[in-house]
């Protein structure tokens, strides 16, 4: 890898570390823990394919891109992992509890937990402060379609909240 690709890489790094754990968040309805070695993934990814960048996006829409897919592979992989034991579930939904009580955001990110996966992705991109544009680039859908998708979504999490 040359001085340039490296430089590249940090300067991702330290632009783009945030935005990252914060999409990592929303798919993993708001673990630190697990959000936190998607993130390493993520990057970990992004230095091995720095120098595959072409430029012919932004780099902050390729880091989402690399980002989404991550947290795709990382949700695939659990669904395929075997059945929890009654007691694991049961010691599982105590620590959510308490990890409820200190954490604010805990219950935002469990309703976004409870969204399809392409939902997840773009209320995290509005919640980061992503244009439609950029949230239309990364998708591949129109603009005018991401600000219908966006409309629904936040009906849904609405109602989520409401029942909580």
């Known amino acids: 890898m040359s001085k340039k690709q490296?430089?590249?890489?940090?300067?991702?790094?330290?632009?783009?570390y945030?935005?990252?754990?914060?999409?990592?968040?929303?798919?993993?309805?708001?673990?630190?823990d697990i959000a936190n070695d998607i993130s390493q993934e993520v990057f970990i990814n992004i230095w091995n394919a720095v120098d595959k960048f072409k430029g012919k996006s932004s780099y902050k829409t390729w880091v989402y891109r690399i980002t989404i897919n991550t947290c795709l592979q990382y949700l695939r992989k659990e669904k395929n992992k075997k059945?929890?034991?009654?007691?694991?579930?049961?010691?599982?939904?105590?620590?959510?509890?308490?990890?409820?009580?200190?954490?604010?955001?805990s219950k935002l990110y469990r309703a976004i937990g409870k969204l399809e996966e392409l939902d997840r992705l773009l209320i995290m991109m509005v919640l980061e402060g992503q244009d439609y544009d950029t949230i239309s680039e990364v998708l591949g859908i129109k603009p005018t379609n991401v600000r219908v998708k966006i409309h629904r979504i936040k009906k849904r999490l609405k109602k989520i909240l409401d029942h909580e």
């Open 18 to 32: 945030a935005m990252v754990l914060q999409m990592c968040l929303g798919f993993v309805k708001g673990d630190k």
């Open 83 to 105: 059945q929890l034991s009654l007691e694991k579930v049961e010691h599982t939904l105590v620590s959510d509890i308490k990890t409820s009580d200190n954490d604010p955001n």
């Open 6 to 16: 490296r430089l590249l890489f940090n300067q991702i790094y330290e632009q783009c």
